[in-house]
């Protein structure tokens, strides 16, 4: 089967890849569609350090195939949303709703994958960039069929992330100022979570002036090209700042632009040993600096609560897919989405 594999030199579309049957509490997907993440592209540049070789993709949608012992919640046939989170649900965590904090969700890449009989990596515990990929059955999750396969491939990640990271940690209350900095596939989905959230000031930066009209229509009241601009529109500060590109220069400004009692949430990816600055006096304001891992969610609630809303025409998720490709046009996607070009790149199988 085809599958994009990364062998820590090159990223290749392969086509004699091979995935194993599912065991006990695991279910084979066949994969329909899969966003590309700038996650993706951080594992080739080495900004997450994964072992290789790997299969990529984590934010995919399918056709149930096959499941093994005991799985009961989801049949053959089902259309599912992958989750990255193979949480064990049985840790205080899990037990506490906290799966993304379970010790066992992270860090142990299994090789469900051969190719020419060696063994591949799994990415994220998913790889959604191969026709066929197995999960554990807490990743996979039920969604009406009506929804179109590349719309739903974005709630396993983009969507959960940002729209999670607004409604799960910060919390974001009716009323309240939101700055988001960076508009790409995440930032988006921090300014549709602010908008479904009632918050009444939302600015998005971003030094590309063309992400505007689409800032706006997913929920920006304001755009600026730069974050000098903020203390013009909001002159106290802002409640929530989300930064969503992983530079430390912009965590800095989100902490600094903050009102009193407000909060910076980190979604941007930096490298795993960048070090960001502040003010520490400025905590004494009751400002906080929140970290944020895959928007505190918990996939078996948000996931189909995320799908009715997007039924409800209150959640976009159509409008994120600026472009699908097949996956052997794998390079021409990555070279439009670091272009710019694209909110949300989609391979389809």
Excluded: W
Aim: aromatic share 4%; hydrophobic share 40%; proline share 5%.
């Amino acid at each position: 089967m085809r599958g994009v594999v990364y062998d820590g030199k090159r990223v290749e579309v392969v086509e004699d890849l091979d995935v194993r049957d599912p065991g006990p509490g695991e279910v084979l997907v066949a994969i329909s569609a899969a966003g590309l993440c700038h996650s993706d592209l951080a594992v080739v540049d080495g900004t997450i350090p994964f072992p290789v070789p790997v299969v990529l993709g984590h934010e995919g949608a399918g056709v149930v195939e096959a499941v093994g012992a005991g799985v009961t919640h989801v049949s053959p046939g089902d259309h599912v949303s992958l989750s990255t989170l193979a949480n064990c649900g049985t840790c205080a965590d899990c037990d506490r709703g906290r799966p993304t904090m379970c010790r066992k969700a992270i860090g142990r890449p299994g090789q469900p994958f051969t190719q020419a009989g060696r063994p591949v990596h799994q990415f994220a515990s998913n790889s959604a960039f191969a026709e066929r990929t197995v999960v554990k059955a807490v990743q996979a999750i039920r969604i009406p069929k009506d929804i179109p396969m590349p719309s739903a491939a974005l709630i396993g990640c983009g969507v959960l992330t940002g729209v999670g990271a607004v409604l799960n940690r910060a919390r974001v209350d009716r009323g309240d100022s939101v700055l988001v900095i960076g508009t790409g596939g995440i930032g988006l989905n921090v300014l549709q979570g602010a908008r479904i959230a009632g918050a009444s000031r939302i600015v998005a930066v971003d030094a590309n002036p063309g992400k505007e009209a689409v800032a706006r229509q997913f929920g920006a009241t304001d755009f600026l090209a730069s974050t000098d601009g903020v203390r013009d529109l909001l002159p106290t500060g802002v409640d929530h700042a989300f930064e969503c590109v992983g530079r430390v220069e912009l965590v800095r400004q989100a902490v600094d632009l903050l009102d009193r009692h407000g909060q910076a949430v980190l979604l941007g990816t930096a490298p795993a040993t960048a070090e960001a600055s502040f003010l520490v006096s400025s905590m004494f304001l009751d400002k906080s600096i929140l970290g944020c891992r895959y928007g505190s969610s918990r996939p078996q609630r948000d996931i189909p609560l995320y799908a009715e809303l997007y039924r409800q025409g209150r959640l976009l998720l159509d409008e994120l897919v600026t472009e699908t490709y097949p996956v052997e046009d794998f390079e021409k996607a990555v070279g439009d989405a670091e272009a710019g070009r694209v909110a949300r790149g989609v391979l389809t199988f």
